[in-house]
């Protein structure tokens, strides 16, 4: 019998942190990616967000270039560990599946498949 967990996602993962910046209803905020698929990302967050909530999240390259998509909190994690300096540590994520990519200012979001996906 296996008893190792099989892995359910389909989609190649970008495994990697990087600077993200959210637009939400209530104003903009700062995140850190932890990884990226063609259909969603993990972003760490100091505000919690909305189960259902949609926000855009912005790339910035470091050359200048930009990218923007529409995005649906689908959960929220919310950890406390214990640190090396034993103090306590709390991190605190959304996960987002992609609605939608920004192509131009002028143009509107071009919708990806509405196919249901978990994280």
Known sequence: MNTQPQERRTHLRF???FT???STQD???RGIGRNISARGMFIEVRDSLGLGEKLKVTFAGED???MTCLCEVRYQVALAFGRKDGQQGNSRGVGLRIVAYETMDDAPLLL???ERVMH
Do not use: P
């Open 15 to 17: 495994d990697k942190i």
């Open 20 to 22: 993200v910046y959210l």
């Open 27 to 29: 104003g903009m905020m």
């Open 64 to 66: 200048g270039t930009e």
């Open 112 to 114: 990806v498949d509405r």
